[in-house]
C-alpha cells in the first residue's frame, strides 16, 4: 500500500486523484490532505478517507474545521506553511502529490524532496519557476519525480525504453482553447465566461485561463526543459484541438512515438501513483473509429503572445521565468476579477518583463524574492 500526501486536495487535481484512490482502497492511504479554503469540500474529504493530519490556509479556518468535525477520529488539524512543510513530510507518506496551484507549492515540495519523498508533480510552477534548484534536489536526495500534466506524463510514457540521446524534439500539444477560431481583433472584448469555457478539459480557474492565452503551453516548455533534460529549441508547440494525442517524442531516426487517450486527468494521475504498473481508472476507452479527425498545425504566436514570453522567458533564464510566472498569476487574476480585458493579461506580463533584469537564483527564498518583486511591480502596473 503506497501512503500518500495530497498538497491541494480541493482543486481539479486533487479531487481527481482522490477519485483514483477511492477506486483503489486495497493500493493506496491518504495519510495527509491539506487545503485552502474550500472546507465544506475539504471536511467532507477528511471524513472519508481519514488522514492523520489536515492543513489549511491560516489559524482562522483552521478552527473553524475543529468545529466542523467531531473530536472522535478528528486528525491534527494544522495551518500555513509550517503545516504544509509538516504534511509534505510526514514521516508516513512515501509518495507526495503536488497539487498546489502556483508560487505557493514551492516550499512544501521543496521540503518533500529533501525528506526522500517521491513526488507527483502538477505544480508546473515549481519547475517553471525554480527549475534548476529543483532537479538538483531530486538527484541529490535520490527521489523520484512523477509528471502530472497530461502533456508530460506523455512524453514520460514515449520515453519509457529509449535513450535520452536519441530524442530529436518534444512536441507538446495544445487544444487552442476556447479562442482558436475567435477573429483576433474580437480577443479583447472575450468575457470572463467565455475564457472559462474550456472545449475539452476541466480545470480549476486560472489553470483554464492560462489554456485560453496559452500561457499554460509556455509554462509546460519550461517544465518540459527541466524535467527531460532538452534545450528549449528541441520543445516544440502543435496546435491539436481533438486532444487526443496528449503529447508525442520524435527520435533521430524520423521516428515519433506518441501517447493518445480520452483527455481526462484521471489518467495521468493514475499512471504517476502506480508507476511502473496502470490501475483502473474508469475512463471510457478510446475508440479511434467514433474520432471525425485528428489534425495539428503550428500556434500563432501573435495571436498567443504568452507563449512567446514564455520561450522569451526560457530564453533570458535566471530569475526571469519567475517573474514572468508571478506577473501572470497577477494578471489572471485581474482579469478574473474585470480589472483588465482578455488581451491585456499578455500586455501586463510583457511590461513587467521589460522592466526586469534578469539575475542568478541560488536558492529558494532567492526565487520567492523574484515572485515577491514580480507581483509588486505588476500591482504597480496595475494600479497606475
Known amino acids: 500500500m503506497k501512503r500518500l500526501t495530497i498538497l491541494g486536495s480541493t482543486g ?9 484512490v477511492a477506486a483503489h482502497p486495497g493500493r493506496f492511504k491518504v495519510e495527509a490532505l491539506t487545503a485552502g479554503t474550500n472546507l465544506d469540500l475539504f471536511a467532507r474529504q477528511i471524513r472519508e478517507f481519514s488522514p492523520r493530519l489536515a492543513v489549511v490556509l ?13 473530536a472522535a477520529g478528528r486528525p491534527e488539524i494544522m495551518s500555513g506553511v509550517e503545516g504544509l512543510v509538516a504534511a509534505a513530510t510526514l514521516s508516513e507518506t512515501e509518495m507526495v502529490v503536488a497539487a498546489i496551484v502556483g508560487a505557493a507549492g514551492l516550499v512544501p515540495t521543496a521540503a518533500a524532496i529533501k525528506a526522500g519523498k517521491d513526488v507527483a508533480l502538477a505544480n508546473k510552477e515549481t519547475l517553471v519557476t525554480a527549475g534548476h534548484l529543483f532537479m538538483e534536489l531530486v538527484e541529490r536526495h535520490g527521489v523520484k519525480l512523477y509528471p502530472v500534466d497530461s502533456e508530460h506524463s506523455a512524453v514520460f510514457q514515449s520515453i519509457e525504453g529509449h535513450r535520452s540521446v536519441d530524442i530529436a524534439r518534444i512536441i507538446l500539444t495544445a487544444s487552442g482553447g476556447p479562442f482558436l477560431n475567435t477573429p483576433a481583433e474580437k480577443l479583447q472584448r472575450v468575457t470572463v465566461a467565455d475564457a472559462l469555457n474550456h472545449p475539452n478539459w476541466s480545470m480549476g480557474k486560472k489553470i483554464t485561463i492560462d489554456s485560453a492565452t496559452m500561457m499554460n503551453k509556455g509554462l509546460e516548455v519550461i517544465e518540459a526543459k527541466w524535467l527531460f533534460d532538452v534545450p528549449a529549441d528541441k520543445v516544440a508547440v502543435n496546435i491539436h484541438p481533438q486532444s487526443i494525442i496528449h503529447s508525442m517524442v520524435e527520435y533521430v531516426d524520423g521516428c515519433v512515438m506518441a501517447q493518445l487517450g480520452t483527455p481526462d486527468m484521471k489518467a495521468p494521475i ?13 475512463i471510457k476507452p478510446l475508440d479511434l473509429t467514433e474520432c471525425s479527425g485528428l489534425t495539428f498545425f503550428k500556434p500563432d504566436v501573435g495571436r498567443f503572445p504568452c507563449l512567446g514570453l ?53 536558492s529558494i527564498a532567492d526565487v520567492l524574492e523574484a515572485d515577491c518583486w514580480s507581483r509588486a511591480k505588476t500591482r504597480e502596473f496595475l494600479s497606475s
Open 310 to 362: 514564455a520561450y522569451r522567458a526560457l530564453a533570458d533564464g535566471e530569475s526571469m521565468p519567475a517573474v514572468m510566472n508571478a506577473a501572470n498569476e497577477i494578471a489572471v487574476e485581474a482579469f478574473l476579477q474585470g480589472r483588465i480585458g482578455f488581451t491585456g493579461i499578455a500586455g501586463l506580463i510583457e511590461k513587467v518583463m521589460d522592466s526586469h533584469c534578469p539575475h542568478d537564483l541560488g
Open 12 to 20: 481539479s487535481i486533487g479531487t481527481s486523484t482522490l477519485d483514483i
Open 270 to 282: 493514475a499512471y504517476a501513483l502506480s508507476y511502473p504498473e496502470r490501475v483502473t481508472t474508469g
Open 58 to 70: 491560516n489559524e482562522s479556518l483552521a478552527a473553524e474545521l475543529r468545529e466542523m468535525l467531531p
